[in-house]
Each structure stands twice: as C-alpha cells, then as structure tokens.
C-alpha cells in the first residue's frame, strides 16, 4: 500500500493465486497479482518479463518471500527437507530475483533491491532455528556481495532485520506469548507492518542512493528473544 501510495505500479506475487490476488484487489488498480514459485528459475524469469511487458520497465525489487517454522528443532534432528525448504524459499529466492532484476535495472541506470533479513540472526542465532538463521545470515552476505557489485550501475541492494511484526504469524500466538513478546521489548510493543513498509519504501527511494549494502535493524533495541525451552 506505501509503494501505491507513493505513485508505484506494483505485481504481487505468492504461490497461493487468491492470496496475491486479495492484496492486489485491495491496493486498487495500480496493482496486478500473479502466481509464482518464487524458488522456480523459470517462474521467476517469466514474472520479470511480464513486469517489463506490462510496466515498461523495472526498478524496485523487494525479496519478502518466506515460510513458518512449524516445530523448533536442533541441527542434528533437523529433517533435511524441513532444511531444504528453508534455504529455498528464503535465500535461493532472493538470489534467483535479484539476478533476474539487475539487467533490467542496469539497462534504466536505476534500481533498488531490498531483502528481508531478521532479528533471529542478527542476535546471534536462536536455539531450533539452525535453518532459519543460516538463511538469513545467507541473505546478508549476498546483499553486500551484490551491493558491492551493481553500485556503479545506480542500483543499490540494502536488508533489513525487523523484529516480530503484527502479521497473522502473531495474530496466532497465544495472548501469553503476545505479551511476553512485547514486555522483553525496550519499545514495550512489536512492530506494526506500516513502520516496515516505511522503512522499505524509504530504502526504495531516490533519497536512499548512497545506503548500499547495508542492514538496517528494526527491532525496538532487542535482538534477542528467549522464552521457555527455546
């Protein structure tokens, strides 16, 4: 909605058609839903033709792609699809969509590349969450490796690490658990989805040309959280 807001043309894209599909209906016309495999080699080519088709050109991309961790597990119980599913959904399609962008971008002399990163591993890595935090820390170095790269070409690639944010993930947490959350945070509260979306849309911006490579954590001053046996 911010990106909408700011006179953007935006696709969005889930495996789930319905779901990207309500969003797009929500933010108005400006938006066009499309169903993707956002792991998929040849989704993610095809989706970056349809964009430049339809729009004329690309210049912001932003890797938000992500699952849940149904059960917390140590690394040497951890099932090696549970792994898999991990690293593929978050690192290899945050590569896979930055290396489908940056001739499109290159080609404008503009671009801005964002990716998700988190609180999991920026404070130092959390018990059951091995393939979690290894992902993230994955995503890290690629966006540093890939600013370091493309900068010349007026494109920029820059993360952020946001603490827990008030998604349906949250919204499923028991109050308890809620309230823990927020009572170990310095800010007193977890993250509203309009502070991320700022942030990311101020990254996207022509104001943010010389923050390249960087992480930007968004987490209320905590980035650790323990509770019970984790």
């Not at 699809?81 to 503009?110: C, K, Q």
């Not at 999991?120 to 994955?138: C, D, E, I, L, M």
């Not at 309230?179 to 993250?191: A, F, I, K, W, Y």
């Amino acid at each position: 909605a911010k990106f909408v807001a700011e006179g953007a043309q935006v696709i969005v894209c889930d495996l789930n058609l319905q779901a990207a599909l309500d969003v797009a209906a929500a933010l108005g016309p400006a938006a066009r839903a499309l169903r993707v495999d956002v792991a998929n080699a040849t989704d993610v080519r095809l989706m970056m033709e349809a964009a430049e088709l339809h729009f004329g050109r690309l210049d912001i991309l932003v890797n938000n792609a992500g699952i849940g961790i149904p059960q917390r597990r140590p690394a040497e119980s951890m099932p090696l699809d549970e792994w898999d599913a991990m690293i593929r959904t978050h690192l290899r399609s945050t590569f896979l969509w930055s290396r489908a962008a940056v001739p499109a971008m290159r080609a404008n002399g503009y671009g801005r590349i964002v990716n998700m990163c988190s609180m999991n591993f920026t404070g130092g890595g959390r018990p059951g969450v091995s393939h979690y935090s290894a992902a993230k820390a994955g995503i890290l170095g690629f966006t540093q490796t890939l600013a370091k790269e493309v900068g010349r070409g007026g494109i920029t690639a820059n993360a952020i690490a946001p603490g827990y944010v008030e998604t349906g993930l949250i919204a499923s947490f028991s109050p308890e658990m809620r309230e823990l959350l927020r009572d170990q945070n310095p800010v007193g509260r977890t993250c509203r989805p309009d502070e991320v979306a700022a942030l990311v849309a101020y990254l996207a911006s022509t104001h943010a040309g010389f923050i390249n490579g960087e992480l930007v954590c968004m987490d209320g001053g905590r980035r650790d959280y323990w509770w019970g046996d984790a």
